[in-house]
């Protein structure tokens, strides 16, 4: 096997192989690609990927962008525009260890289809997609896990949050503005609840002018409050996407 890569294109000549070229593109510079049993790591601008079959399989999102990458046994080890090196996974084992409030997904929704992990300030969310055909919602689903690790400002410390979003047709990029949205009220001192609108730092996807959410209780059980075994309580709170003019009429 043979391999190399561009700016965004990874191009694979598998032994033996007739035809054409495998090719892995991407939507940021490669900066290094390394090929694992699973798959292919890449190493790109301000992310890690894990490509198996050909398609993204999972990403990790980092605040910096990253210069360096190395391999530390197993583990790789990647280093961001600020000399720090980040430990970071590269297998599919990316998906957390199980525990109370991923079981309830896995129960709710079955396995999810992608998953990308974002860290900001030192800060971690982990964002989870369904596809529309795989939950009884009949839309693409994306869900934070790591909120509710945090007690918000002026709130009950026992009580704690999560975020979703339902879209149709899917919108992945929705992932990094409901990772921020997540994190909003612990980088900003701030309570979110029922009502609260919240800006982002840019558009919400690509060819959509909306970039704001507006924060509200699901109508119907989408998702029940769960209640921890230490006795904190998540609430689920679903992110509706809204243009700026459609602030004058949120409830």
């Given at each position: ?9 990874l191009?694979?000549?598998?032994a033996?192989?007739?035809?054409e ?6 939507d ?29 399989a ?30 970071s996974s ?26 990308a992990?974002?860290e ?8 989870f ?10 839309v ?5 896990m ?7 400002a ?32 612990t ?10 609108t919240v800006?982002?730092?840019g ?30 309580h998540v ?12 602030l004058?009429?949120?409830t």
């Open positions: 096997m043979a391999y190399w890569w561009s700016a965004r294109h191009i694979v000549l598998l033996g192989a007739e035809g070229p495998v090719v892995v593109s991407t940021e510079d490669i900066r290094f690609a390394f090929a694992v049993a699973e798959g292919w790591i890449l190493v790109c601008e301000t992310s890690v990927r894990l490509v198996a079959s050909g398609q993204e999972s990403r990790l999102e980092f605040g910096e962008v990253l210069l360096a990458a190395r391999w530390q046994g197993s583990q790789l080890i990647v280093g961001d525009a600020n000399g720090h090196d980040i430990k590269p297998t599919d084992d990316w998906l957390p260890e199980p525990d109370e409030l991923l079981e309830l997904y896995l129960a709710k929704w079955g396995a999810p289809s992608r998953n992990r974002f900001v300030d030192g800060l971690e969310i982990e964002i997609k369904w596809n529309a055909d795989a939950n009884p919602e009949g693409n689903l994306y869900a934070t790591g909120a509710s690790a945090r007690v918000m002026d709130r009950d410390p026992d009580h704690r949050v999560e975020f979703f979003v339902g879209l149709m047709p899917a919108k992945d990029d929705v992932a990094s503005p409901l990772a921020a949205l997540a994190l909003y009220p980088r900003e001192r701030v309570t979110l609840d029922h009502g609260h800006p982002a730092e558009l919400l996807w690509a060819g959509t002018d909306m970039r704001r959410f507006l924060v509200v209780r699901p109508v119907g059980d989408i998702i029940p409050p769960l209640e921890l075994s230490d006795g904190l609430e689920f709170l679903q992110a509706i996407p809204i243009f700026d003019s459609e004058a009429y949120k």
